[in-house]
């Protein structure tokens, strides 16, 4: 019996309407365009308005679209994995809300937490209830509301983060194609560079942290730079020398949203051109969790079945990794 692996048949993203351009950002702190652009390479990033809209209203509309898509019955699914650092609440987990509201009445469903890196750790951990055979049928959402944690008054972060995500299905393969490895990585020590200091078990909710804006992202922008250069760009490269594979064995490299300057060093560290890298930073800025499988989404009709894809990420945490996989289908 041939070796089983999980691979994905599917994808599908989903990005709110309204539009965040860095001109109108221009008017709520001080900034520019060119500032901007220059320093991220983001033009413009989505935004979901109105109220009692959470992340699962991204999960939601991007699992259906997956299901619609794919052809697959919602009671088919056994499992739905969502990642996100923003969820709706802090319980029920998001997943659970995304499966009531797609009717995946059969599946039981979780969120993880890896901030950035999050759809690498969830696909990779969704890959293991396939290998081992318990599983058929996997979803894997990554997805986020980042404006729900960013403090627009600080131009250092409102910048960057945008809203958007996206879905994957993941089924059993025997003929070679789908998750063939993955290197992930954390180091807590970089807790003080990037995190969100009040609203957890250690600093609850008050009138204080309130008044001192402590419910919002904070960054170190210069050290989270370095730290995210170096490692995004050498776990990629580790992988490829891992599996015996040479820059023109790679058709895409997929890089977590989060820099164009972080996207372009992993890309010439691993000796692959521009016209191989998945970019639409300047379009939805950094989704968090959602990034990749934006990208994979919006580049879905230029893969082809046996594509090699380095998918390769870094966020708070620390968290990093890079995940090989070999592309399961053509895109009709």
């Not at 998750?179 to 990585?185: A, R």
Request: proline content about 2%.
């Amino acid at each position: 019996m041939n070796k089983i692996t999980a691979a994905i048949t599917g994808v599908q993203g989903w990005v709110p309407d309204y539009v965040l351009t860095n001109k109108e950002l221009e008017t709520m702190v001080e900034t520019n365009d060119e500032w901007i652009t220059s320093r991220t390479g983001i033009k413009e990033r989505r935004i979901l308005k109105g109220e009692n809209q959470g992340t699962s209203v991204i999960g939601t509309g991007a699992v259906k679209g997956l299901l619609e898509k794919t052809g697959t019955d919602a009671k088919d699914i056994d499992l739905i994995i969502c990642a996100t650092t923003t969820p709706d609440m802090l319980f029920p987990a998001t997943a659970n809300v995304i499966s009531n509201n797609v009717g995946a009445i059969n599946a039981f469903s979780y969120d993880l937490q890896a901030a950035c890196s999050g759809f690498l750790f969830a696909i990779s951990t969704a890959s293991q209830f396939i290998e081992t055979g318990k599983y058929k049928k996997v979803i894997v959402v990554g997805a986020d509301k980042m404006s729900s944690i960013i403090d627009y008054t600080d131009r250092q972060t409102c910048i960057i983060f945008g809203d958007g995500g996206g879905a994957v299905l993941m089924e059993p393969n025997t003929e070679g194609f789908g998750i063939i490895d993955s290197k992930l990585h954390t180091d807590g020590s970089g807790e003080q560079f990037l995190h969100m200091k009040a609203g957890g078990s250690r600093k609850p909710a008050s009138t204080e942290t309130l008044l001192a804006r402590e419910h919002y992202v904070f960054q170190e922008g210069s050290q989270v730079f370095k730290f995210a250069v170096t490692n995004m760009a050498e776990v990629a490269a580790q992988i490829m020398e891992r599996n015996n594979l040479q820059s023109e064995d790679v058709a895409w490299l997929v890089p977590h949203q989060a820099n164009k300057r972080i996207i372009d060093a992993t890309a010439n560290r691993m000796g692959v051109s521009a016209d191989k890298v998945m970019l639409n930073i300047h379009k939805y800025g950094n989704t968090t969790s959602g990034t990749i499988p934006l990208c994979l989404w919006e580049y879905e009709s230029q893969l082809k079945k046996g594509d090699n894809l380095i998918l390769a990420a870094f966020g708070g945490g620390f968290t990093w990794g890079s995940v090989y996989i070999k592309w399961a289908y053509d895109s009709k």
